[in-house]
């Protein structure tokens, strides 16, 4: 594949020789099966010279289309067979020579769609899927914010990327995707902005001059396209929506929040209409929601408050309906909060990331399709917005952390999510950004970003660097880069001093093959609106009118239950209870079911019958509402027991499932139970919060 994109790139930048070089070299190595497929192409497309060993000079290729065009996208992914080439461009030596297979490789080693197990990302065939991704920008927008915005001058690092992904100006896309596999990635973050979803203008021809097929298209038909070729490569294709406007992230740009310079509701439509558009191609695998979370001048984006600056409502809302009403096929991803605080000091500051996670995790309505993510970065800090001057604080770096602090820092902050398994907030980790300049001198960067490869190998985690592309001789932290004549630089090079890191990182020993069906627990939190997170009680509508109501997952059942609060944790543990299709749930808000004995004398108790659980509840304020109960589909215990939680917590060894509801007490059966019921009271001011659960043996 790569010398054929090659081939193609000297071609059209007018160096025929070297060209035809190019392809005389594939022929003297053996790899007569890419030469024979491409004669049969140029002699449909009415090539004079069929190629017998070695091809006809290029100048008899039909005209005016150009050879790219005519072998680019589908057209190109069957013209090539299975063979090894190198390339001789001019560009520096590859440090790995891709097979032609690369594609067809990568595309037969998963299968659509993912989903999570764990702490790990599956394919459909339950086989681990790692994320070993980079982020291909340029659609989110590279302008600066002033100045003229057709002046290149204007842009970041003056990389004009035209709210597309960068360098379709300067190499084939086949060319580009070529050097991807060659990375040794198997999946792109694609940054977009909400403003070029909507830019109905056509791109500049000059834009994509060297992908003429993508003349006349709009920015959104553009990411189309590359999104199209992309996925036809084999690879997993994450939306990032990286910005409102096509800014250059991130600092005080109008796109701190994801309802900056848009309202939430246009924020939410346009992703429900993206993961639509998509929705057919399985390998548009993730929706990552909003980059950056991060404080205006004047307010801080927040973790369950229930405001319009809530970032954990936000994002639990638009996952719930990317699920239910745009692609059940999603992961939804989500990253924590960037920053928070005034960045001086002597005033509160601090980069949460996902430690709000720890206490107020998220509950979808599909729960295996949840991913969290986090950006570190060298020259930013846990406490340090990474800026120099205006809005510097003197706090470390991660850079000047030690080793020893900055694997602390990581697991605090972010990687404790993976880290501790059979918690609510146990999930895949992503580290979505992450990154470095070739021409980094100071030590202790370069002993950070060392560190941090370090880590995440230790950590087996899924990562994507940040950035793929970028222009030879502007910014330097890309690790591909391609000049005006489409020719590459980087890390595949050999003088970048980053390329054993990266070769490292992507060659590391890691789990692969199936991955064992784990314990979920989730939480339930009722703070400020309902939790019904089960689609067959969606389906019961509005089933106790004016209360907070939780209903678990799918395949779960209630564990366990706060005393004040609201909040519930839910578990398939011990077993997943099956219900059958036909078996409607019901709401309980009497004792008719309370035959077996008084379990909580003097107390209200609200009980499910025979061979039921407890699904789901409502409150109204601190008050018990009802209880819902869903038929198991199966024989359940009649053995139990009352676990009284009204005056402190009463929770199984090891609290399995975590802190769930911080500051209140909790009451929770064991794995090997069933909550039964709920008791409570109004005497005594007990206020009729929840006092005991009723649980009972799973197996008789």
Known sequence: MVVVARAMLTER?????????????????????????LAALREKAGVRCPLVSVPC???????????????????????????????????????????????????????????TRGRYIVDASGNRFKLKSANWHGAQGSWNGSGDINDPANHHDGEKADQMPLGLDRAPIQAILADFHELGINSIRLPFSNEMLHDERPVSDDSVAANPQLRDKTPLQVFD???????????AVVLNNHTNTSRFCCGLDGNERWNTSQSTAQWENDWIALARRYKDNKRV???????????????????NWGNDHDWWTASQRLGDRLLTEANPDLLVIVEGINWQGIPLDGFSHWRPTLEPVRTVSHTLVASNKLVYSAHFYGYTGPNHTGASGLGETHDPRYQELSREELFATLDRQ???????????????????????????????????????????????????????????????????????????????????WRAAHWSRLVGAPQKSGPVAVTDTWDMLNLDHADAVQSLRTRALGEWDPGARKGACPDGQRLAGLAHRGGRGLCTDAGTSLTVPATAQSTVVRDERHVQQGDWAGGYTKYQCGINQFVSG??????????????????????????????????????????????GNFKGQCRTDEYAAGVAFTSAWAKGKTPDALLCRKLEG
């Open 414 to 496: 972010a990687f404790f999510v993976t880290g501790e398994t059979g918690r609510h907030f146990t999930a895949p980790l992503w580290i979505s950004e992450f990154g470095i300049g070739s021409d980094e001198t100071n030590p202790q960067a370069r002993a950070w970003f060392g560190n941090f490869v370090d880590y995440l190998i230790g950590r087996d985690a899924d990562f994507a660097y940040w950035p793929l592309v970028g222009w030879t001789g502007h910014g330097t932290w890309s690790i591909l880069n391609y000049d005006a004549q489409g020719r590459r630089s980087g890390i595949l090079g050999g003088s970048d």
């Open 285 to 303: 695998v993730g929706a990552d929601l909003y980059n950056e979370v991060r404080r205006t001048v004047t307010d801080d984006a927040n973790w």
């Open 617 to 662: 509840y409502s409150v109204r304020g601190q008050e018990v509402s009802a209880v819902l109960c869903t038929p198991a589909g199966r024989t359940l215990g009649m053995s139990g027991r009352t676990v009284w939680f009204d005056r402190g917590d009463n929770r199984p060894a090891g609290e399995p499932g975590g802190e769930f509801a911080q």
């Open 225 to 235: 396209a590359v999104i199209a070729a992309t996925t036809a490569e084999g690879f």
């Open 57 to 115: 000079p290029l100048e008899d290729t039909v005209r005016p289309t150009p050879f790219p065009a005519l072998l680019s996208g589908a057209l190109l992914l069957g013209a090539l067979g299975a063979a090894t080439a190198t390339a001789s461009t001019g560009a520096p030596p590859m440090t790995r020579i891709p097979a032609a297979d690369d594609a067809a490789g990568l595309a037969d080693a998963w299968t659509a769609p993912l989903s």
């Open 13 to 37: 930048n007018g160096n025929q020789e070297n060209a035809e070089h190019t392809i005389r070299q594939a022929a003297d190595t053996g790899h007569r099966i890419i030469l024979a497929r």
